[in-house]
């Protein structure tokens, strides 16, 4: 799995039209282009900085996400933004659930009966 990280620091009046243009990148994206999930998230901090955050099936899906029109719109953004775009990207190797959380409390729990 690939996860691009996409960070927006938008200019205090420019916000509502980034925010418009990256709700309109959202829909048209799925599955069948292999993307897992798509978000956009504002900084609790700064409401002018935006994440975006996407994880894609395998890096040729990526890929091809960057070549896209889409991306280019998302690229194009950067006139209206106040620091230039941060683009991480990252490849995940393994990935654990809900399960290693509570393998983990299970050995605090061994440890520290007390406090459980």
């Not at 002018?48 to 091809?64: A, G, T, V």
């Amino acid at each position: 799995m690939d996860i691009i990280r996409t960070i927006m620091k938008v200019s205090p009046e420019k916000q509502k039209e980034v925010l418009q243009t990256l709700i309109s990148l959202i829909e048209p994206l799925g599955k069948k282009n292999g993307c897992l999930s798509y978000g956009i998230y504002c900084n609790i901090e700064d409401k002018n900085i935006f994440n975006l955050i996407s994880e894609w099936e395998n890096r040729q899906h990526l890929d091809n996400y960057i070549m896209s029109g889409r991306f280019s719109v998302l690229l194009g953004t950067k006139s209206l933004l106040s620091k230039p775009i941060e683009i991480k990207i990252f490849t995940v190797s393994d990935c654990e659930g809900i399960e290693a959380v509570d393998a983990v409390r299970k050995k605090i729990k061994l440890i520290y009966p007390i406090l459980y």
